[in-house]
């Protein structure tokens, strides 16, 4: 655990305690206005679930690591991939780039290779954004979960929403985006590589590599939105937004 980790636990330990000393606090006055008098025991549960993400921060990190090898899957391996793809989509696009421009300067518009170039620049952004999301989540997931704890802290749930949102992208997007490869294998699509490569000959037609593009970037486009929308229903569940919290912390007010 970082630095940075322990003072953000810390801080959120403190707005919990905070936050259940006011739901306290509010329960106990003598005051007959009954929407008001409702806030205490939400406020003193709010307290102790953060209690539990501040005590439990560890087991979670522990969690993490088991159910990333169980998925069999690595970061390393998923990086990789996306790295060795990603040069070889740049090599194409370069190579069929250059072929465009050379048939152009002798007035020779040939629309297939203008489309596999435009399909391979749209690849090659797509893999860039992957591989950016994967550094992201990779080297700061445990950084934005204690963020999303402490903001769940904050008292009269002002917070709340972004902080659940917080824990649930990084826990779905750390366990759930390596497993990307294997999915796009189960779907029996590849990124482009020496099978695509052996087909750019003169012998075979280029816009018979299209689909294959275009269906590997709407499969990379679908993971990630099934995974976002995975992130979100985590969200509403941790958030309490389904009308109760994961686990009844009524049965200790």
Known sequence: M?????????????LGGLT???????YALPIPFRGLKDWGPTLMGDGIYVAFWTAFYSAIEGLMSTVETDLGVTWKHFLSFIDSN??????????????????QKFFINYAPLTMLSLGLSTLTLVLVAVKT????VKENWSILVVIGIMLMAIPFRIARSAGATLISFSITF?????????????IQFSL????????????????????????????IMAYIGILTAIAADLADTIGGYRG??????????
């Open 20 to 26: 259940y000393v006011i739901g306290a606090l509010i």
């Open 2 to 14: 970082t630095d940075f980790s322990q003072e953000a636990l810390e801080i959120a330990s403190a």
């Open 174 to 186: 750390y366990t759930g985006l390596p497993v990307m490869v294997d999915f796009l294998n189960l």
């Open 244 to 253: 109760r919290l994961p686990f009844g912390i009524e049965v200790v007010l």
């Open 192 to 219: 482009p590589n020496n099978s695509i490569i052996d087909k750019l000959n003169p012998a075979y037609p280029i816009i018979h590599t299209m689909p294959t593009i275009f269906a590997i970037i709407l499969s």
């Open 133 to 136: 999301l994967g550094y992201l």
């Open 86 to 103: 990603l040069s070889t989509v740049a090599l194409l696009f370069i190579t069929v780039s250059t072929a465009s421009a050379l048939l």
